[in-house]
């Protein structure tokens, strides 16, 4: 799999200011049935960024497990769960949100090519910008801190025939603090991390929203602008899954 477009088919950066986590990762989902079905040529390429504190479940997260939904209550903070695996995430202001939904080839290729087809070209771009990362874990991109390496950003995938999508968080100006007081330690955890506690183990980016934004463009050379997206796919999954509190809750 390679994370540039197909010879003729430039990568597209999809604007598209939707104001709800729900709603975002509705998009995410339904440009990856579009992709399966053959209805999205080449690479489509999104930012965007929560407007408020939100946990976000993998999709085979155990919400008790890993979330404190007494402290979420206090604090306000919504609870959703994504299309994609791996662990539970808080997203919000400061967290840049990226996704690339693209086509790939029969049979699809492994896990670690397809981390390593965004991971690389996303590492490097950032390193470009004025911040050097390192691929750390499976799918993490880490600083390197005195004490050990800080995770920046933690990235998810689901593969469907013929499409992937792969998104996740870079922590650019995000308030850290917040991590631990509504999510408990994970029941899992990369080798590097060591058996860190969230604050000893997260860090930001420091570079700005515009310069994050992008870098990931960059990343994947998404040069041309798209507008349109399909609003009727996402407004049903919003609907019937995304804010449907027995298909988030469904795994205590």
């Not at 693209?102 to 911040?131: C, K, Q």
């Not at 100006?173 to 860190?196: C, I, M, N, S």
């Not at 980016?205 to 310069?211: F, M, N, T």
């Not at 998404?222 to 795994?251: G, M, N």
Request: include cysteine; charge should be neutral.
């Amino acid at each position: 799999m390679s994370q540039r477009p197909a010879a003729g088919v430039p990568a597209c950066r999809l604007h598209a200011d939707l104001p709800t986590v729900a709603e975002n990762l509705a998009l995410d989902e339904a440009l990856l049935a579009e992709a399966h079905e053959g209805r999205l040529p080449g690479t489509v390429v999104r930012t965007w960024m929560a407007r408020r504190p939100t946990v976000v479940l993998g999709s085979s997260s155990r919400v008790e497990e890993e979330v404190d939904l007494a402290a979420c209550r206090h604090a306000g903070v919504e609870i959703v769960r994504r299309p994609s695996g791996g662990l539970t995430v808080v997203v919000g202001p400061g967290c840049v949100m990226w996704s690339v939904v693209s086509t790939v080839t029969e049979p699809p290729p492994s896990i670690d090519r397809i981390h390593a087809s965004m991971l690389d070209p996303l590492a490097a771009a950032l390193a470009a910008a004025g911040r050097t990362v390192l691929r750390r874990g499976s799918s993490d991109l880490a600083i390197e801190w005195d004490g050990g390496d800080r995770k920046v950003s933690g990235n998810a995938l689901r593969v469907r025939r013929g499409a992937v999508l792969y998104h996740g968080t870079l922590l650019d100006d995000f308030d850290l603090d917040l991590v631990p007081r509504v999510l408990r330690h994970p029941p899992r955890e990369p080798e590097y991390r060591g058996g860190r506690r969230h604050g000893a183990f997260l860090a930001n980016l420091g570079l700005g929203r515009d310069v994050t934004e992008a870098a990931v463009a960059a990343a994947f050379a998404a040069t041309s602008p798209r507008h349109d997206w399909p609003h009727d796919r996402v407004a049903r999954l919003v609907r019937e899954r995304y804010l449907d509190a027995s298909w988030t809750h469904r795994l205590a």
